[in-house]
């Protein structure tokens, strides 16, 4: 007696294709993920080398027209006083963000992951995830208003009778200004509440695989809360810092609303691309600028998987 196929071959060209198609899921798989891997083949990863391209061109001074022949000059150009402190200022900014971002969001992050259960780890989700689902403008607005001169933050420092301590912290040369809404503090400021959820959320993650009897034994060999929190705690949980600070210094170094919005005038590698790229018009330095946070990035995540940050996410 001769064995039949559940389902018999289907006649026609392409109904013969399918069958085979569907019979080896990795040829289904392939077929499933080419037109991703197509679309980022060619508009990401083409956007990228043709912004690579251009910052290997330059710009003549006197007609403004790029001249489409190979030269480091561009480069050369970052490291100008002026140019150079807009990469350092940058830097500073997302690394501080970054490292304010991890000391906020790591006992919030541990109350959760111990303590919070049922319905009380439900809204601390909530609270957590709900400023991402409003408008990135609006809170950049609202924050605008809260930091102004005559905003609710300098009237609660005026009931407190503490005004003298916001002016001084505001006279400070690098950091201060007329108000916080247009001070390197207010950027700051901003940027550590946009970006904070983004590092709440891996750290909470590494902290649940932290296994709570591990805690208890350290503390019956005689370690102090300290001695724990370094020896034990922390470098287990260190992957999903350095995987939360993906974000935030990531997020960082690229963002240009919130310095336009809320700053001191003096500009950010983000603003450096849209101004040369714009008003300039100096179409290679605005790619130089930008090669900038990706080779930063490059180099970040290389480290970051050595640490096992991936893992984390």
């Known amino acids: 007696m001769t064995d039949h196929a559940i389902f018999p071959p289907r006649a026609g060209?392409?109904?013969?294709?399918v069958d085979w198609v569907i019979r080896h899921p990795r040829m289904f798989t392939f077929l499933m993920i080419l037109p991703i891997v197509l679309w980022?083949?060619?508009v990401y990863i083409g956007a990228l080398i043709a912004l690579l391209m251009q910052s290997f061109f330059s710009i003549d001074e006197f007609s403004g027209v790029v001249k489409h022949e190979f030269t480091l000059s561009t480069y050369a150009e970052l490291l100008r006083p002026s140019n150079f402190d807009i990469i350092a200022r940058t830097v500073v900014m997302a690394g501080s963000v970054t490292l304010a971002s991890a000391?906020?969001?790591?006992?919030?992050a541990y109350f959760a992951a111990r303590y919070a259960r049922g319905k009380w780890k439900a809204l601390f989700y909530i609270g957590v995830m709900l400023p991402l689902w409003s408008s990135y403008l609006v809170k950049v607005y609202a924050?605008?208003?809260?930091?102004?001169?005559?905003?609710?933050?300098?009237?609660?420092?005026?009931?407190?009778?503490?005004?003298?301590?916001?002016?001084?912290?505001?006279?400070?040369?690098?950091i201060g200004g007329n108000s916080l809404s247009v001070s390197y503090l207010g950027t700051f400021i901003v940027?550590?509440?946009?970006?904070?959820?983004?590092?709440?959320?891996?750290?909470?993650?590494?902290?649940?695989?932290?296994?709570?009897?591990?805690l208890e034994a350290a503390s019956d060999l005689g370690a102090t809360p300290r001695q724990s929190f370094r020896m034990v705690l922390f470098p287990l949980a260190l992957p999903g810092i350095v995987a939360g600070s993906i974000f935030t210094f990531s997020l960082t170094l690229g963002d240009y609303i919130i310095p336009q919005i809320i700053g001191s005038g003096r500009l950010f590698i983000g603003q450096a691309v849209y101004t040369q790229q714009g008003t300039a018009g100096n179409i290679p330095?605005?790619?130089?600028?930008?090669?900038?946070?990706?080779?930063?990035?490059?180099?970040?995540?290389?480290?970051?998987?050595?640490?096992g940050a991936f893992d984390a996410l």
């Open 143 to 174: 924050w605008k208003l809260v930091l102004a001169k005559e905003g609710i933050l300098n009237w609660v420092f005026a009931k407190l009778h503490l005004t003298w301590a916001l002016d001084g912290i505001l006279s400070l040369p690098v």
């Open 191 to 214: 940027f550590v509440y946009i970006w904070l959820p983004y590092m709440i959320i891996p750290v909470q993650a590494s902290l649940e695989r932290v296994p709570g009897p591990l």
């Open 40 to 42: 980022l083949g060619i």
């Open 285 to 307: 330095l605005a790619a130089a600028f930008t090669v900038v946070p990706i080779v930063l990035m490059g180099f970040y995540l290389w480290g970051a998987r050595k640490m």
């Open 13 to 17: 060209l392409v109904a013969r294709g």
């Open 103 to 108: 000391v906020l969001a790591f006992p919030i």
